[in-house]
């Protein structure tokens, strides 16, 4: 059964950033959705963990239709969206808000299943030794794979990470897919990740989408994304690169954000 | 008669306004140039003009002009020499008589005064700073849709525009002209001030964070206390030792209607003619208020300084004060 998509279209007054998608995953595949900035991807990601409302269409995960997106879709964000001052286990705490009242959540009165949910997380994605530490003094790669756990304490049934390697260096992206691939696979979860990187998208991939425009070019497996149809996606320049065999992951700084340096102004 | 080649008129011409027509690119440009700098002299005159105007206009309505203050100049001097009672050191130095100081310090018993001034200050804070988080979130639009939000920040407008003295006067019906009173109105004057200094910081909250914790499900109060609130703790910190430098300050002058502190005895030395001991208490206000600017820009630098800095403990800020000090004196 696995994820269906159907007809899904999003339009922002004018601009159509959807347009009809339609496609199926089958239970426990990870995919990966392909496509040039502004194809779609962000969007579509968007509305399947419900923090974007589509203008119509539906979302069915074996058959039901999600209607909790939020609570039912774990979601990886490319720039991590962790609350920075806290620890790596109260971020982690923080999949369990769809099932804690606010005052329990705000006193840390989770049930102990919940905590130890949190600290199990966090031993998947190998950071239960740093638990303990705030998630600005961790790197890059760490914090995505705490977002990782935040998302996985939800217990959803579908996982989405939006570009979630784009901000880091080559090293740490390998290591970031490499847990989620492992996570999926451990979990039996079906797991839909946005990636630009083509080289990385072909090593993780294992059901591919292609996006373009706002509409499905391709949907099918590793051998049938060959390298004409990346060109379609893509156009010319970036399948260069992957033809050659010469591929050089995108360099894109780790960017260290810290929007809670205030007192410059002070 | 005139065989002068260059007439008077032909050089005001070329000095002001430019070369003649049949003059080169350069020659044309150069004359632009000087005309649009002409302009801007003349419009930086006016400009000039205009605010020596209102100097004029508002010394008048001040009534400056009336001769009274010249003739009670030889008076201020007088009063002068009590500020800074002259003595000679050693019989060779003249300096201020600075014994003179001391002695009334000790004797009005400054400290505890000094004690009170900062204890109105402190409290009118503390009492305020959590009442100006809560109205600076519920004034944010994120938290609060558009035309309700507005509500808390007209409060908070509206308590900005009244001074701390004036909130004061209101509130003496309940306290009378006690500290209490003062600390009413330092609290009243704190939630204006650190609220809309609040608001505006909580305008730059990243959004990433809470849409973070919005993606797992989370109820609005979550994300509010978890996405937002935990970014703000910092600025608030931090604004609020600003204000409590304010409300020091502030404490003083409520003390000058009798609201306790430091101001009261400035004032019942002021009326006194004592102006020895009032320049003695107005000494003692200037350490006292630097003193906390001192703890308060620390803080705030320290916080400034962010998690790169190894943190300096409350302890080791207390303790190392002094060594800190003297070494920026002898840098």
Known sequence: MGLRIQDLTKEYGDTTALSGVSFEIPDGSFAVVLGESGAGKSTLLRILNGLTEPTSGGVYLDGQEITNSRSDVGMVFQQHNLADELSAYDN???????????????????PVEDRELALEALETVGLLDEAGQRVDRMSGGQQQRVGIARALVQQPALLLADEPVASLDPASAEAVMTCFRETAKKRDLTTLASLHQVNIAREFGEQFIGLKDGEVMFVGSRSELTPSILEEIYGEIQTEELREGTETPDSNEPTQTNASDIGARL | MSTDPDPLGERLRRRFVGGSREDSAVKRRHGELKRARLVRRLSQSALLAGIAVLLFWSLNAAGFWSTEWVQYWPQFIDALALYFPPKLYFDLVP???????????????LVGEAGITLAIALAGTIMGAPLALLFGILGNERVTPFPLNFLFRGVMSIIRSIPALVWALIYVPLGGITPVTATLALGTDTIGELGRLLTDELEEVDDGPIEGIRSTGAGKPQIIAFGMIPQMVRPFIAWAMFVLENNVRSAVSLGIIGAGGLGVTLTIEQQTFQFTNMMATILFIVGLVISVEMISQRTRSYLREGDDVERLSVYQLVVGF??????????
């Open chain 1, 92 to 110: 982690a705490l923080t999949g369990t808000f769809n099932r804690t009242g606010f005052v329990r959540s705000l006193l840390n009165l989770q």
């Open chain 2, 95 to 109: 300096f201020v008589d600075v014994g003179r100081y001391y002695q009334f310090m000790e004797e009005a018993g």
């Open chain 2, 322 to 331: 002094p060594r800190r000090m003297s070494d920026s004196l002898f840098k």
